[in-house]
């Protein structure tokens, strides 16, 4: 019993020590406790929206800022395209407006078309309004599902983390024009 205790107790105090000595103070590092900044519970969301990428007509959203390395390849490597891309409620262009994918995909690829998509989903819509969740990840355009990482957020999306699948619902490719289906899974408190 008693050296039981005894042990309960040197554990606790060694946790103490941690704490203690884990708390040294930098001048520029502190620890907080996450309640401070209003974190309570981790939560999992599931978004579902379209993703609008208009690059033929009088009014891109997807606009080539570096053209591929060589012109005639089928692959497009080294092309760079900025992005400020409706993301709609439905697959139709004009269903309601709840943000904006802004960034770029580069085509990252010599074997396929294999995008290296850098973006923020900026939403617009009710108390998302402002707030962002951050994607980077490889999009192998001709695959049916692409997944990409969520690495990041702001205002409600905090900490966030998780994942993004895209699957094509429509591609002219007359245009290049896509409506992309993506599907978001994010962490977040
Ligand atoms: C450009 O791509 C075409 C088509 O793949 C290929 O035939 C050609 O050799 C390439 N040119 C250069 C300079 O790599
Ligand atoms: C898209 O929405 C517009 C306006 O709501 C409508 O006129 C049009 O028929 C719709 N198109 C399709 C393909 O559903
Ligand atoms: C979103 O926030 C902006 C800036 O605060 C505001 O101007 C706009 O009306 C808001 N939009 C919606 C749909 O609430
Ligand atoms: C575009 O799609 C049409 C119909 O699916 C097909 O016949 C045509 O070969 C395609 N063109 C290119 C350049 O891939």
Avoid: C
């Avoid at 050296?3 to 107790?9: A, E, Q, T």
């Avoid at 074997?111 to 850098?118: A, F, P, T």
């Amino acid at each position: 019993m008693a050296s039981k205790s005894w042990v309960v107790l040197s554990l606790l105090s060694s946790f103490a020590i941690i704490l203690v000595t884990g708390e040294i103070d930098h001048g520029f590092v502190r620890r907080l406790d996450r309640r401070l900044l209003g974190l309570k519970k981790e939560k999992l969301s599931h978004f579902r929206f379209y993703w609008q990428d208009i690059l033929g007509g009088r009014n891109p959203t997807a606009v080539q800022i570096v053209p591929p390395v060589n012109k005639s390849s089928s692959t497009f490597f080294g092309e760079i395209n900025m992005i400020d891309d409706p993301l709609t409620l439905e697959p139709n262009l004009s269903s309601k407006l709840i943000g904006r994918a802004q960034g770029f995909y580069a085509l990252a690829s010599q074997e396929e078309v294999g995008l290296l998509m850098i973006m923020n989903f900026a939403f617009i819509e009710g108390k998302y309004n402002g707030s962002t969740i951050t994607v980077l990840g490889r999009n192998a355009v001709f695959t049916k599902v692409r997944e990409m990482a969520v690495i990041g957020g702001s205002g409600l999306f905090r900490f966030a983390r998780g994942y993004a699948q895209a699957k094509t619902y429509k591609f002219d490719n007359k245009t290049g024009d896509a409506t992309v289906e993506y599907n978001v899974y994010v962490l977040h408190y």
